[in-house]
């Protein structure tokens, strides 16, 4: 059966400082992986898949087959970035798999 | 309408009561998901449609638990006989078809039906 596990219940650093939001998973397929956030009193959103290979507020996520990881980086936190984040993987159509949530914290 | 609607926003009700929550969707996308996710967990998969068909349901928990989408668009999730240990926030998603790089499988939450069962 497919796993998520995000290590981290909570995460916090300082404003200017670099993040990694760890992300493991386990599938014997091929794995299709999104981060989400939920910002305060706003609801679940996506803030990036693999697939897409692209940079979201500064944010980069690369998926490592070999170490099934798709941790979640940004080298320099702003305020901001302070929100509750899902990472979740796909097995098929929108049916997905998520973790319990890493809440990060950027102090000033 | 511009994102998914969920109804109610909070539902206070008695163990043993009937509840329905309802979804309305994103308008075109064809696929609709309710996760349920409890306090200090992630969302947990429920059930998913595709149009008016379940199209995986193995995420319901047992038969007190049942979803409808009869036109293919609004979605109603329906607990019978519930349980303090139902108590939880509803998440509905939907998203559109197509390829994963067309977005198909992105999910678009709405803002969820928290439930309380005294």
């Known amino acids: 059966a497919q796993r998520v596990t995000q290590p981290e219940k909570l995460l916090s650093v300082f404003k200017g400082a670099p993040v990694e939001l760890k992300c493991n998973y386990s599938y014997s397929g091929s794995p299709e992986l999104f981060w989400y956030v939920q910002y305060s009193r706003q609801r679940l959103q996506l803030l990036l898949r693999h697939i897409s290979r692209e940079s979201i507020k500064g944010f980069t996520a690369d998926l490592n087959k070999g170490e099934t990881s798709f941790h979640l980086k940004k080298p320099f936190a702003q305020e901001e970035d302070s929100a509750m984040y899902y990472c979740a993987l796909n097995t098929n159509a929108g049916k997905s798999t998520f973790g319990d949530g890493t809440t990060l914290t950027v102090k000033p | 309408g511009a994102g998914v609607s969920q109804t109610p926003s909070n539902k206070v009700t008695e163990k043993g009561k009937y509840v329905e929550l309802r979804c309305d969707p994103i308008?075109?996308?064809?696929?609709l998901y309710w996760y349920r996710q409890s306090l200090g967990q992630g969302p947990e998969f429920l059930i998913y449609?595709?149009?008016?068909?379940?199209?995986?349901d193995s995420g319901l928990p047992n038969d007190r638990f049942f979803a409808v989408r009869p036109e293919g668009s609004v979605s109603t999730l329906k607990i019978q006989r519930t349980e303090r240990g139902d108590s939880a926030v509803y998440l509905c998603?939907?998203?559109?078809?197509?390829?994963?790089?067309?977005?198909?499988?992105?999910?678009?939450f709405g803002a969820g039906s928290r439930l309380t069962v005294l």
């Open positions: 998603a939907s998203s559109p078809v197509g390829t994963p790089n067309s977005g198909a499988n992105v999910l678009t």
């Open positions: 308008s075109g996308h064809t696929a």
């Open positions: 449609f595709q149009g008016t068909g379940a199209a995986d």
